[in-house]
């Protein structure tokens, strides 16, 4: 049973960075393609990030591009979000998701991704 568990969510003030966790049973993510989402009260859930287990390319979207970076651990079967620079826009509840492929699409369309963590919160404020 595939399982996916977020955490690191945390409030933090503007200009600050977390580090979020993805956490991987029930599949090995060295095979698979990871995207994450994030959703703020009264938005539609938007991507992230997404990273191919082909070739271990990531791409982001526009409005973290620079601030945010993906990493992996095989070892310990899981991915991690860097977000750095921080700003009152980022706060949103942070999902990871994978569609069972190994790489990404090249977009982001969340109603394609058949598993998902409960999420974890990200409060930037001051």
């Known amino acids: 049973q595939v399982q996916l568990v977020e955490s690191g969510g945390s409030l933090v003030q503007p200009g600050g960075s977390l580090r979020l966790s993805c956490a991987a049973s029930g599949l090995t993510l060295d095979y698979y393609a990871i995207a994450w989402f994030r959703q703020a009260p009264g938005k539609e859930r938007e991507g992230v990030s997404c990273?191919?287990?082909?070739?271990?390319?990531?791409y982001y979207a526009d409005s973290v591009k620079g601030r945010f970076t993906i990493s992996r651990d095989n070892a310990k079967n899981t991915e991690y979000l860097q977000m750095n620079s921080l700003k009152p826009e980022d706060t949103a509840v942070y999902y990871c998701?994978?569609?069972?492929?190994?790489?990404?699409?090249?977009?982001?369309?969340?109603?394609?991704?058949?598993?998902w963590g409960q999420g974890t919160q990200v409060t930037v404020a001051s």
């Open positions: 990273t191919s287990s082909t070739d271990g390319s990531t």
């Open positions: 998701a994978t569609d069972g492929a190994e790489a990404c699409r090249g977009y982001f369309a969340a109603t394609e991704y058949d598993y």
